[in-house]
């Protein structure tokens, strides 16, 4: 049996913040003043993003999660620090309660002004925050691989990372109504089967070519293959509101990555599931979060949500302590006892009936256990 190195699955992960008027706990758009701060501490590792209202930090290369953890707690004690030091707050959630795009300001930046040319309302109306984790790939036809077979199993992760519930001022329905709102652009949500890296490869050059888009950044899948780098590149999720969360969902990511890895090396293939079938438990996890039933499609039959996460767990067992997650993901049974960010959320906002008392909850969050 060939001999795994663990250490190939490198993480990076790369969360966007809120900016939030503590007077008014509306988002604030800042004219990327604490990106300009921050780049002076951090450097590259905090960048604009297309609505002032939002600060995009991301980590280095990560050997492991732990490094992974103390990158992601450094990376909000200086954002937190420096919008504190200019009198704003920053938190961390899918959607903000109650802000409405329409008084948010675009960033002047050649890029963010052509896409919003060619989206329009959908790009000006974009005003969510969301979780990326990038697992390290040996090449770019494992990680095609790996990125098909992982496919399955996004709405499982998803369902514990919903963190949206609140849309300008109401209270959706969905656990996480981020996606919701970012299915209005093209080229999203659960991406199709590739046979090769050359079929993907391909995809995208024809895509270039036809001038449907002009690098295959603008591919916004739930999940890709970097376009860049050799990553599987995990983009489904809300961004959580705590460190230990964003943790433990980058260890399942990278988990699974390993465990498919390894069934390939005992040449044995985790079976192939059509896009339409995984929307379908995408959709559940939107709706319901942890609350609700996912298709076990081998099964063909509903299984409770949380029953079907700790299949995933005992699923990837035996990758577990090779690449050192038990802890991270040991928060897992809190989770199902205190909720999903989104759940908490909602608690918080029924207390008194208040979605100040959310943004308050989310920034309360921001810097919870580092």
């Known amino acids: 049996m060939a001999i795994i190195n663990y250490q190939n699955f490198t993480l ?14 509306e988002l604030k758009s800042h004219e990327q003043k604490i990106v300009v701060e921050g780049q002076k501490v951090i450097r590259d590792k905090v960048k604009a993003e297309m609505h002032q209202a939002v600060v995009e930090v991301g980590t280095d290369i990560c050997e492991d999660i732990h490094a992974a953890f103390k990158d992601v707690a450094l ?30 300001l675009i960033t002047d930046h050649a890029r963010y002004n052509e ?15 969301g979780l990326h984790v990038h697992v390290g790939m040996e090449s770019r036809e494992m990680a095609n691989h790996i990125a098909n077979s992982t ?15 609140f849309w300008e001022g109401r209270s959706t329905g969905y656990k996480s109504f981020r996606t919701k709102v970012f299915d209005k652009f093209p080229r999203t949500g659960i991406p199709e089967y590739f046979e090769s890296i050359e079929a993907y ?42 460190v230990e969360e964003t943790i433990c969902i980058a260890a399942l990511f990278q988990a699974i990555c390993a465990k498919i890895y390894k069934l390939r090396t005992q040449n044995l293939n985790f079976i192939i599931y059509p896009r339409a079938l995984i929307n379908e438990n995408k959709w559940r996890a939107s709706r319901y979060g942890i609350d609700g039933h996912l298709i076990d499609f081998g099964k063909e039959e509903e299984v409770n ?10 699923f990837i067992d035996d990758v577990v302590d090779p690449l050192g997650i ?3 993901i040991s928060i897992i049974p809190k989770i199902f006892e ?25 920034h309360d969050q921001f810097l919870l256990g580092i």
């Open 12 to 25: 990076g992960i790369e969360e966007e913040y809120m900016v939030i008027d503590p007077e008014t706990r």
């Open 75 to 104: 990376l909000r004690k200086t954002i937190s620090q420096i919008a504190g030091d200019m009198g704003l707050w920053v938190g961390a959630s899918g959607t903000h309660p109650f802000s409405h795009w329409e008084s948010q």
């Open 115 to 129: 896409i919003v040319n060619e989206l329009q309302e959908a790009a000006r109306s974009n005003l969510i925050f």
């Open 151 to 165: 496919r399955y199993f996004l709405p499982h992760i998803y369902a514990l990372s919903t963190n949206s519930p």
């Open 201 to 242: 490869e391909n995809f995208v050059k024809l895509l270039v070519k036809t001038n449907c888009i002009d690098n295959a950044k603008k591919i916004w899948w739930d999940l890709r293959v970097h376009p860049f780098f050799n990553t599987v590149e995990f983009r489904i999720c809300d961004v959580p509101l705590t």
């Open 305 to 314: 949500t949380r029953a079907l996460i700790y299949e995933l767990l005992d």
């Open 326 to 328: 038990r802890d991270a």
């Open 338 to 362: 205190t909720g999903t960010g989104a759940d908490r959320q909602l608690k918080a906002y029924e207390e008194n009936k208040s979605l100040v008392d959310v943004v308050d909850y989310i």
